[in-house]
């Protein structure tokens, strides 16, 4: 078993759960953050922090920072990457961080002589940027669309992933790479902080969506994630990439559910457009949106999206939380830290 695992950007929505899951399993974490320790008592306040938690400051982008950081590390888990859907300057805000930071990551790793494994958080968006009837996706594909303009987000994932087998290709260094490619991930939040996905759901019970649409969703759960990297880590035959994601859930589904569930007296959207004729107003509609908002509906309206799943489920052994008390778990998470009012009370 690795002894002493570094997390990169551990004050993430998925590296959160990550540290916590390695405490848990009695590693001693190195983790990068942002700010002072002090920042995050939600990671210090983990059990086993006070002494198997070490939080070191470090700025993603600053040429060999990490060289002392994961020297003396077995395994390094690099989750931090900006997850932004809406930018003024996507190359400056998504590209260069993406690509610059798993690099500089990957650099400082292979100067080390004791990492032997390194885990590195890529995307769905590394291997599509729209859903396509009939396609079943596999960690075989990957996306050849996005561009700056095109949902530029998927696009700074896809050159990252890339850049990372690159560099190991090219330099051939200590350790070998593994890449977990995850759906979107919902789930319950260490930290008060409200990641990209699990936003969907407190807009949607805001009433910030006008309509029902025809959009599917391929999600996975935070704490299935946050699995997936360990077993990565751990499994000594893992090897490839992962896509990592349980079950598809259309829309007009999830809405049906939310209702079910009895947050019906929020603001969810009751007018489906989950149509045809639907479709093309979403579609004109989509160029009043931001940017990458509008580049995101344009390429997913009214398209299936089906994937294999197998090849995580048989080489890591997951199994996976439904999608359903996902949702459920996600919920009361978001009222718990005030992005949703509580209607009950």
């Not at 077995?74 to 931090?80: P, R, Y």
């Not at 080390?112 to 009837?133: C, F, G, H, W, Y």
């Not at 700056?148 to 998927?154: D, S």
Request: hydrophobic residues 40%.
């Amino acid at each position: 078993m690795n002894d002493k695992v570094c997390v990169t950007g551990a004050s993430g929505f998925i590296a959160s759960h990550l540290v916590k899951q390695l405490l848990d399993k009695g590693y001693h974490v190195k983790a990068t953050v942002r700010s002072d320790a002090s920042k995050y008592p939600y990671l210090t306040s983990l059990a086993g922090a006070d002494k198997r938690l070490e939080l070191v400051k470090a700025n993603l982008l600053d040429n060999g920072v990490f060289d002392s950081i994961v020297a003396d590390c077995d395994a390094v888990l690099h989750t931090a990457s900006p997850y932004i859907v809406n930018v003024k300057d996507p190359q400056k805000d998504l590209v260069d961080p993406a690509v610059k930071g798993t690099l500089n990551v990957l650099s400082s790793c292979a100067k080390s002589s004791s990492v032997k494994r390194v885990v590195l958080t890529s995307s769905m968006a590394a291997i599509t940027d729209e859903p396509q009837d009939g396609k079943i996706f596999s960690e075989a594909d990957w996306n050849t669309k996005s561009d700056l303009k095109r949902n530029p987000y998927y696009y700074s994932k896809t050159l990252a992933e890339r850049s990372a087998w690159d560099f190991v290709e090219s330099s051939k260094p200590g350790f070998d790479l593994v890449v977990i490619n995850p759906f979107m991930v919902i789930g319950p939040s260490l930290s008060p902080g409200l990641n990209e996905s699990n936003k969907i759901f407190s807009d949607m019970l805001s009433g910030k969506y006008p309509a029902i649409m025809a959009l599917i969703w391929g999600i996975v759960d935070v704490r299935d994630v946050a699995k997936a990297h360990v077993l990565a880590m751990e499994t000594a035959g893992a090897s490839g990439r992962y896509l990592v994601s349980n079950e598809t859930m259309k829309m007009q589904d999830v809405v049906a559910y939310l209702n079910q569930q009895g947050y019906g007296n929020y603001k969810l959207p009751k007018v489906s457009l989950a149509s045809p004729f639907g479709n093309k107003i979403m579609r004109l509609l989509s160029y009043t949106q931001p940017k990458g908002s509008g580049s995101y509906l344009r390429s997913h309206l009214g398209k299936g999206m089906s994937y294999d799943n197998s090849k995580v489920k048989n080489e890591l052994g997951i199994e996976f939380i439904s999608a359903k008390q996902s949702i459920s778990d996600t919920i009361p998470d978001l009222i718990k830290w005030k992005h949703l009012k509580d209607k009950a009370a």
